[in-house]
């Protein structure tokens, strides 16, 4: 009795996989969608909306360091921001095109912080590769006068072209901040420097370069992450113990301690 039972439920299991398998139909929508590429720590390509976090969205770029890295003058120069696809891959390239989102607070003007979107050079560089779901695609910085006052803040937005249409709405934008003076590391929030140097100040960003002779830049923040975690605490203990150190030796000469703009002392301490 129990094998007749066995045989007639695995009978049914087998005519509903059956039935379910029949209604499953082929994927075949035409329609092609983009995202911007996030990633984590890791380098992981992050995949879900869970993975995500403010900071993330926000990419700096700095004149001042990228003049340091180079030792050169730089006016202009080339931030490439990834993108990934949704829908079938295609046998032909596809052009991608971005488009600004105004927020109001110190936006960046086209043609005066950034080559235009729609400038043909740019749009030659800006693709998905034929049989690719993956690019990076060219954002033209210009380094302008205005700089020298505030930064401007670029945030870009996934346009409709025909070809693709913004995907999820939570990858459908980024943030670019661009600054004549250093400014923090893309990847400084990603590795929690905060919680080994306090929070990121370009004064504190100065000082780091000048004490440590390194630029503590995306590369160098990147190498110190995948590195040695001891070396890093130790790096934090010296920053206070130098900051110090500097402190008493400017208050012996009658000075003042080295202070922020708005006049807050410096500080390295961890969260």
């Known amino acids: ?6 045989i007639f439920l695995a009978g049914c299991c087998l005519l509903a ?37 403010d900071e993330i969205y926000d990419t700096y770029y700095s004149f001042a360091l990228q003049s340091a890295t180079t030792g050169t003058d730089i006016t202009q120069d080339t931030v490439w921001i990834e993108v990934s696809t949704m829908g079938f891959l295609s046998d ?11 927020t109001g607070e110190n936006d ?4 005066v912080h950034y080559v235009a979107f729609d400038d043909p050079a740019l749009l030659a560089k800006s693709y998905v590769p034929a049989g690719q779901n993956m690019a990076s695609v060219p954002i033209v910085v210009l380094r302008d006068a205005s700089l020298d006052q505030h930064d401007v803040v670029l945030k870009i937005a996934i346009k409709d072209n025909g070809v693709f249409k913004p995907g999820y709405e939570e990858f459908s934008t980024r943030t670019l ?9 893309s990847n400084w929030d990603a590795y929690y420097m905060d919680f080994m140097f306090g929070a ?18 995306d590369a160098y923040v990147e190498e110190l992450n995948n590195g040695d975690y001891g070396y890093l605490e130790y790096l934090a203990t010296w920053m206070k113990e130098k900051l110090e150190e500097e402190n ?3 208050l012996d000469a009658g000075e003042d301690i080295l202070r922020e ?8 301490d961890m969260f």
């Not at 032909?92 to 105004?102: G, H, S």
């Not at 990121?200 to 830049?217: S, V």
């Not at 703009?261 to 390295?268: A, E, L, R, S, W």
Request: with cysteine; hydrophobic share 35%.
């Open 1 to 6: 009795m129990k094998t007749k039972l066995g």
């Open 17 to 53: 996989f059956t039935a379910c398998e029949k209604d499953l139909q082929p994927y075949n929508t035409p329609g092609a969608w983009l995202n911007f590429a996030f990633r984590e720590s890791s380098g992981d390509l992050i995949t879900s909306s869970e993975g995500l976090y």
């Open 92 to 102: 032909q390239d596809r052009q991608v095109e971005l488009q600004q989102v105004v």
């Open 108 to 111: 960046a003007v086209s043609g």
């Open 177 to 185: 901040h661009i600054s004549a003076q250093l400014a923090k590391p």
């Open 200 to 217: 990121y100040t370009p004064t504190k960003h100065a000082l780091m370069i000048e004490w440590t002779g390194n630029l503590w830049d």
């Open 248 to 250: 008493q030796k400017r």
């Open 261 to 268: 703009p708005d006049g807050t002392p410096v500080t390295f």
